[in-house]
């Protein structure tokens, strides 16, 4: 039984960041957390030599970040002790204009870093050694994700006619363009994160929007959602009136980028707004319905997903991480 229909016909009042919780649970799995808990950290880790993590990711037992102060990228332990710093501003192959904006890799592929403002993805091997071949774009990422065969999925922000979602082999050969169904607007309240899901499906999920789509690789819709009691787009006074792109801009998102575990669930954290701004996390399926609701005991700005753990980037300490346990 789907809670959501395909076309994601559900909406609600309080605001999608908000992460007003639910009774709805539709399906707790047995091991899984009791829906509407509040999860408690259990342990926190203190990334060393670092100010203001941006992004990070979780790799064969290190975290490797990006620091948005010092702009440079790290590995360390799962203590947080530093191994390996490199990157600083500059104009230099390994440096960077402004703080690269994600960081993120699979398996065997290489650590990869979002560089928009050279509209470029860097490419680094385990050891944070930069390496020759960096995949160059045409428009600058705003987001990207392996597919589960180390394919490249790349989008951009939707502000021409060109393609916004591009799929790159891991040869950096082109596979497939294409762009979300969504109808015309701002390119920044259209604008959206992508993720990887099972089955070569990709996860296409709205900042300002209370809308989730999933296609095929060949830009097929197979299956749309929404999440419930949020509105179908942001709702807020708290406007960005000066931004040059556009008026009545909101300064906060709807939802921050999900992460998918290794069965393909997705987690979604909700946003600024709401009873539980920055803790209430939705574990839904790739078609919509709902898994799990849980609220984090400390607010976050960014959440990573495996092994059954999520962490969780701290919007009280930016340099620590928090790390919960998703089973019982």
């Known amino acids: 039984m789907h809670i959501f229909n395909k076309q994601g016909v559900l909406t609600g009042r309080a605001f999608l960041l908000s ?15 009791v829906a509407q808990s509040e999860l408690q950290a259990k342990k926190h880790i203190f990334i060393e030599s670092s100010e203001y993590l941006n992004s990070f ?32 501003s500059g104009n230099g192959p390994g440096e960077f204009n402004d703080p690269p904006n994600k960081i993120f890799h699979h398996i065997d592929s290489p ?6 403002k050279r509209m470029e993805i860097k490419l680094y091997d385990k050891d944070l050694n ?39 082999d ?14 015309p607007g701002n390119f920044l309240l259209n604008s959206f994160y992508v993720n990887a899901l099972p089955d070569e499906k990709i996860l296409v999920s709205y900042r300002f929007k209370n809308l ?18 949020f509105p179908s787009v942001v709702e807020t006074v708290n406007l960005n ?31 600024k707004y709401g009873l539980h701004a920055n803790r209430m996390v939705y574990q839904v399926e790739p078609t919509g319905t709902l898994i799990n609701t849980f609220i984090l005991d400390q607010k976050s700005g960014q959440i990573k997903v495996n092994d059954n753990k999520l962490y969780s980037l701290s919007t009280a300490d930016p340099n620590s991480l928090l790390v919960y346990s998703l089973v019982e």
Do not use: W
């Open 19 to 33: 992460q007003i919780l639910v009774g709805f649970v539709f399906a707790a799995l047995p091991n899984f957390l």
């Open 57 to 88: 990711t979780i790799h064969e037992d290190k975290i490797y970040s990006i620091d948005r102060y010092l702009i440079n990228i790290s590995i360390h332990d799962m203590n947080g002790a530093q191994i390996k710093r490199v990157g600083r």
């Open 111 to 116: 650590i990869a870093v979002i560089d928009d």
């Open 130 to 168: 930069l390496l020759k071949k960096s995949l160059k774009l045409r428009l600058p990422p705003s987001d990207a994700d392996y597919s589960k065969k180390g394919e490249f999925i790349i989008c951009t922000l939707p502000l021409t006619d060109n393609d916004s979602i591009t799929i790159f």
């Open 170 to 183: 891991q040869n950096q050969k082109l596979i497939s363009s294409f762009s979300p169904d969504i109808a």
């Open 212 to 229: 989730f789509q999933v296609y095929n690789k060949d830009g097929i819709l197979t299956d749309s959602f929404r999440l419930p009691d």
């Open 241 to 271: 009136t000066d931004s040059p792109h556009g008026k009545n801009i909101p300064k906060d998102l709807m939802f921050f980028s999900p992460s998918v575990d290794e069965n393909g669930h997705i987690f979604i954290l909700s946003a």
